[in-house]
């Protein structure tokens, strides 16, 4: 009969949207929202509201941000002499927790995909060669994922970025920390192989 | 650096407050927000907001339901001699998908669960009562689920139920159509031996 609650129904409709949410999910989320009290709801279409309004593009590097600039690109103790380029926020967001990483980022938001109808027009290059142009740039770090389509923008990118005068470099392949040897495909083998160092 | 992105956050800890998501999909359920259109967005919110305020108990049944009196209880095409009680609202969605069953529900909106605070008084068992004091019903079938729990409150309705003189009924137990024997646990045998018919 959740199907007759026409209420309820459109809000499952909502959820079943969002990626990862199947019609079971999103029917269970639809009953979770009406278990919430009259305020907590409300709450939660503000914050949607909320984000939609305050969330945007850091005019710099082109990651989401509710500020002027985003932390990274306002943050002086950032190394700026190196940009990792990204495919999205998500990845920005992954390499913060390592903590390891202290110069720039840049997203591309997405990767280039003429099967998808993403040619390279439709991705933050532009910003990103505008950055370049600035002197202080030493080293493009290419983080795009080890896909079809992210090795292809990386191949892209290096070309493009071959006129200037700074390093290009591309993550390490490799095993995954504490994964087992007998689950890794044989494509990461070689190139785990390939990219062996001595210890 | 999400995580730097208040407004982000704390769409992301909306979403983590829901039944069945962790924090990273929470993360990516918010992001994936970001994604919508500014329409689709408030739309998103309006529709949590609107289930809240449609979407209220029926007044017979205690089910779920935007209408004054559900779709159900409202069916004047409906057997009103039986009713079967349920725990929640989305196992009379269940039960209305298998279109076997033309008798009426009752939810409780929980089980007895001394453990949780969960005391028959704060079932709607009393709703219940008054219901079976019209003398239009014949059977009750006590449809709670086959948990520790769910028997317990069988076990409570019927005793409650006794000095009405209608018929006290619980649904079968046994293997599950299309399951392997294998896998069936022993209580699950063993109800489906001591339930076995002849064909």
């Known amino acids: 009969m959740a199907e007759h609650i026409e209420a309820l129904q459109r809000l499952a409709e909502q959820f079943a949207r969002l990626?990862?949410?199947?019609?079971?999910?999103?029917?269970?989320?639809?009953f979770s929202i009406l278990e919430l009290s009259d305020e907590e709801a409300?709450?939660?279409?503000?914050?949607i509201i909320e984000a939609k309004e305050k969330?945007?593009?850091?005019?710099?590097?082109?990651?989401?941000?509710?500020?002027?600039?985003?932390s990274v690109c306002n943050d002086i103790s950032r190394d700026r002499s190196t940009i990792m380029v990204l495919e999205d926020t998500k990845a920005v967001s992954s390499l913060e927790k390592v903590r390891e990483y202290r110069g720039l980022y840049h997203v591309l938001h997405g990767v280039i995909s003429p099967m998808n109808g993403v040619t390279p027009?439709?991705?933050?290059?532009?910003?990103?060669?505008?950055?370049?142009?600035?002197?202080?740039?030493?080293?493009?770090?290419?983080?795009?994922?080890?896909?079809?389509?992210?090795?292809?923008?990386?191949?892209?990118?290096?070309?493009?970025?071959?006129?200037f005068d700074i390093k290009i470099t591309?993550?390490?392949?490799?095993?995954?920390?504490?994964?087992?040897?007998?689950?890794?495909?044989?494509?990461?083998?070689?190139?785990?192989?390939?990219?062996?160092?001595?210890?």
Chains 1, 2 share one sequence.
């Open 121 to 163: 027009d439709k991705l933050k290059i532009r910003e990103l060669l505008s950055r370049i142009a600035s002197d202080e740039v030493k080293e493009i770090i290419i983080a795009t994922n080890p896909t079809v389509e992210g090795e292809a923008t990386a191949m892209y990118l290096s070309k493009l970025l071959k006129p």
């Open 42 to 47: 409300e709450n939660f279409a503000n914050t």
């Open 55 to 70: 969330v945007h593009l850091c005019p710099v590097c082109q990651s989401l941000t509710d500020k002027d600039v985003c």
């Open 19 to 30: 990626p990862g949410i199947g019609k079971k999910s999103a029917m269970r989320l639809a």
């Open 170 to 199: 591309r993550l390490a392949y490799g095993i995954p920390v504490g994964s087992d040897l007998e689950y890794a495909d044989e494509v990461t083998l070689y190139r785990a192989i390939e990219g062996r160092r001595s210890i």
